[in-house]
Protein backbone atom coordinates (compact mmCIF):
# COMPACT_ATOMS: atom_id res chain seq x y z
CA UNK A 1 0.00 0.00 0.00
CA UNK A 2 1.28 3.14 -0.82
CA UNK A 3 1.16 6.86 0.87
CA UNK A 4 0.17 9.63 -1.01
CA UNK A 5 2.71 11.60 0.27
CA UNK A 6 5.45 9.03 -0.51
CA UNK A 7 4.02 9.03 -4.42
CA UNK A 8 3.69 12.55 -5.05
CA UNK A 9 6.18 14.31 -2.96
CA UNK A 10 6.84 16.47 -6.16
CA UNK A 11 2.84 17.64 -7.52
CA UNK A 12 1.98 20.07 -8.77
CA UNK A 13 -1.52 20.05 -10.27
CA UNK A 14 -4.16 17.52 -9.64
CA UNK A 15 -7.50 17.14 -11.41
CA UNK A 16 -10.48 14.48 -11.13
CA UNK A 17 -12.95 12.35 -13.29
CA UNK A 18 -15.36 10.94 -11.18
CA UNK A 19 -14.70 9.40 -7.88
CA UNK A 20 -12.06 7.07 -8.91
CA UNK A 21 -9.82 8.66 -11.75
CA UNK A 22 -7.70 11.61 -11.11
CA UNK A 23 -4.28 12.70 -12.88
CA UNK A 24 -1.50 14.50 -10.75
CA UNK A 25 1.20 16.57 -12.50
CA UNK A 26 4.64 16.04 -11.24
CA UNK A 27 7.98 18.25 -11.71
CA UNK A 28 11.17 18.41 -9.83
CA UNK A 29 14.81 18.79 -11.57
CA UNK A 30 14.99 17.04 -14.63
CA UNK A 31 11.94 15.41 -14.93
CA UNK A 32 8.29 16.05 -15.29
CA UNK A 33 5.11 14.04 -15.65
CA UNK A 34 1.24 13.31 -15.15
CA UNK A 35 0.29 10.27 -13.67
CA UNK A 36 -2.82 8.45 -14.29
CA UNK A 37 -4.02 7.44 -11.16
CA UNK A 38 -7.16 4.76 -10.40
CA UNK A 39 -8.62 5.26 -6.27
CA UNK A 40 -9.48 1.39 -5.32
CA UNK A 41 -11.72 1.24 -2.18
CA UNK A 42 -10.07 -0.75 0.75
CA UNK A 43 -11.97 -1.11 3.79
CA UNK A 44 -12.50 2.34 4.78
CA UNK A 45 -9.96 3.86 2.37
CA UNK A 46 -9.19 4.81 -0.92
CA UNK A 47 -5.70 3.59 -2.16
CA UNK A 48 -4.32 5.59 -5.01
CA UNK A 49 -2.82 3.28 -7.82
CA UNK A 50 -0.16 4.75 -10.79
CA UNK A 51 -2.08 2.93 -14.16
CA UNK A 52 0.48 4.95 -15.85
CA UNK A 53 2.67 7.76 -16.41
CA UNK A 54 2.84 10.38 -19.02
CA UNK A 55 6.15 12.14 -19.98
CA UNK A 56 6.39 15.90 -20.55
CA UNK A 57 9.16 17.72 -21.61
CA UNK A 58 12.20 17.54 -18.84
CA UNK A 59 12.09 21.90 -18.37
CA UNK A 60 7.97 21.54 -18.11
CA UNK A 61 6.48 22.93 -14.91
CA UNK A 62 2.82 21.82 -14.86
CA UNK A 63 0.50 24.02 -13.23
CA UNK A 64 -3.09 23.31 -13.80
CA UNK A 65 -4.44 20.35 -15.34
CA UNK A 66 -8.09 20.29 -17.21
CA UNK A 67 -9.62 17.22 -18.17
CA UNK A 68 -11.91 17.68 -21.50
CA UNK A 69 -14.01 14.83 -21.72
CA UNK A 70 -15.63 15.63 -24.95
CA UNK A 71 -12.56 14.61 -26.81
CA UNK A 72 -10.82 12.55 -24.44
CA UNK A 73 -8.17 14.89 -24.03
CA UNK A 74 -6.09 16.73 -21.16
CA UNK A 75 -4.85 20.18 -21.02
CA UNK A 76 -1.92 21.30 -19.22
CA UNK A 77 -1.03 24.70 -18.40
CA UNK A 78 3.05 24.94 -17.95
CA UNK A 79 4.34 27.86 -16.31
CA UNK A 80 8.27 27.56 -17.71
CA UNK A 81 9.54 30.01 -19.56
CA UNK A 82 9.64 27.46 -22.58
CA UNK A 83 6.22 26.06 -21.29
CA UNK A 84 2.40 27.04 -22.48
CA UNK A 85 -0.38 24.97 -23.52
CA UNK A 86 -0.31 21.44 -24.04
CA UNK A 87 -3.04 19.09 -25.11
CA UNK A 88 -2.98 15.53 -24.45
CA UNK A 89 -4.11 12.26 -25.78
CA UNK A 90 -5.75 10.16 -23.34
CA UNK A 91 -6.25 7.72 -25.07
CA UNK A 92 -2.73 6.98 -25.76
CA UNK A 93 -0.97 9.31 -23.83
CA UNK A 94 0.94 11.24 -25.87
CA UNK A 95 1.41 15.34 -25.85
CA UNK A 96 -0.48 15.63 -29.05
CA UNK A 97 0.44 19.20 -29.03
CA UNK A 98 1.62 22.48 -27.93
CA UNK A 99 -1.70 25.28 -28.43
CA UNK A 100 0.37 28.03 -26.97
CA UNK A 101 3.76 29.50 -25.91
CA UNK A 102 4.91 31.30 -23.04
CA UNK A 103 6.25 34.15 -25.48
CA UNK A 104 5.66 37.79 -24.84
CA UNK A 105 6.13 38.19 -20.95
CA UNK A 106 3.08 35.35 -20.81
CA UNK A 107 2.93 32.92 -17.90
CA UNK A 108 -0.28 30.39 -18.28
CA UNK A 109 -0.86 29.25 -15.37
CA UNK A 110 -4.40 27.86 -15.12
CA UNK A 111 -6.39 26.28 -18.03
CA UNK A 112 -10.06 25.15 -18.04
CA UNK A 113 -12.70 24.65 -21.22
CA UNK A 114 -16.03 26.62 -21.11
CA UNK A 115 -17.89 25.07 -24.09
CA UNK A 116 -15.35 25.08 -27.00
CA UNK A 117 -13.23 27.80 -25.38
CA UNK A 118 -10.10 27.47 -23.61
CA UNK A 119 -9.73 29.69 -20.66
CA UNK A 120 -6.95 30.59 -19.02
CA UNK A 121 -5.23 32.81 -16.39
CA UNK A 122 -1.73 34.49 -17.67
CA UNK A 123 0.10 35.56 -14.63
CA UNK A 124 2.92 36.75 -16.76
CA UNK A 125 0.14 39.72 -18.13
CA UNK A 126 -2.20 39.43 -15.10
CA UNK A 127 -4.90 38.48 -17.63
CA UNK A 128 -7.87 36.49 -18.10
CA UNK A 129 -8.34 34.57 -21.81
CA UNK A 130 -9.68 33.07 -24.17
CA UNK A 131 -8.48 30.74 -26.59
CA UNK A 132 -11.39 30.14 -29.43
CA UNK A 133 -10.38 28.58 -33.14
CA UNK A 134 -6.62 29.12 -32.15
CA UNK A 135 -7.19 33.35 -31.63
CA UNK A 136 -6.34 34.41 -27.77
CA UNK A 137 -9.07 37.00 -26.67
CA UNK A 138 -8.32 39.33 -23.13
CA UNK A 139 -11.48 38.25 -21.07
CA UNK A 140 -10.13 40.19 -17.97
CA UNK A 141 -7.53 41.74 -16.53
CA UNK A 142 -5.35 44.93 -17.65
CA UNK A 143 -6.62 46.06 -21.36
CA UNK A 144 -9.39 43.77 -20.66
CA UNK A 145 -12.67 44.06 -19.60
CA UNK A 146 -13.93 44.83 -15.89
CA UNK A 147 -13.95 41.31 -13.76
CA UNK A 148 -17.15 41.75 -11.97
CA UNK A 149 -16.96 44.89 -9.20
CA UNK A 150 -13.24 45.38 -8.96
CA UNK A 151 -10.58 47.14 -10.77
CA UNK A 152 -9.13 46.34 -14.39
CA UNK A 153 -6.03 44.67 -12.97
CA UNK A 154 -5.34 41.41 -11.42
CA UNK A 155 -1.75 41.53 -9.13
CA UNK A 156 -1.03 37.12 -9.61
CA UNK A 157 -4.30 35.70 -11.57
CA UNK A 158 -3.28 31.77 -10.19
CA UNK A 159 -6.28 29.70 -10.15
CA UNK A 160 -9.27 29.74 -12.24
CA UNK A 161 -12.45 27.21 -12.42
CA UNK A 162 -15.81 27.36 -14.10
CA UNK A 163 -19.32 26.36 -12.21
CA UNK A 164 -22.23 26.86 -14.60
CA UNK A 165 -21.98 30.15 -16.32
CA UNK A 166 -20.00 31.45 -13.32
CA UNK A 167 -15.72 31.97 -13.76
CA UNK A 168 -14.39 32.44 -10.87
CA UNK A 169 -10.49 33.50 -10.51
CA UNK A 170 -8.58 33.60 -7.65
CA UNK A 171 -6.00 36.51 -7.64
CA UNK A 172 -3.63 35.36 -5.06
CA UNK A 173 -1.58 38.74 -5.01
CA UNK A 174 -4.46 40.32 -3.57
CA UNK A 175 -5.80 37.26 -1.81
CA UNK A 176 -9.13 37.88 -3.42
CA UNK A 177 -11.46 35.73 -5.15
CA UNK A 178 -13.13 37.30 -7.92
CA UNK A 179 -16.20 36.08 -10.23
CA UNK A 180 -17.80 36.85 -13.09
CA UNK A 181 -20.01 35.12 -15.97
CA UNK A 182 -18.28 32.51 -17.98
CA UNK A 183 -17.82 33.19 -22.31
CA UNK A 184 -21.04 33.20 -23.40
CA UNK A 185 -21.48 29.56 -26.08
Known amino acids: MHNCEEMFSCATAVTAVGMDLVYVAESSPGISKVNEVVLKKEKLHLVPEIRRE ?29 GGLYMIS ?3 GIV ?17 KIHDDIVYSDVGTRQIKCLKNM ?3 ILAGIRGTK ?20 LFVLDTGSACLQCTAAPDH
Request: glycine letters at 4%; hydrophobic letters at 40%.
Open 96 to 112: CEKILDNANGSSIHSVV
Open 54 to 82: IELPSSSIPSSLFVDTAQNKLLLADIANT
Open 90 to 92: LTD
Open 135 to 137: KVT
Open 147 to 166: FGTSSEAFVQPSSIICEGNT
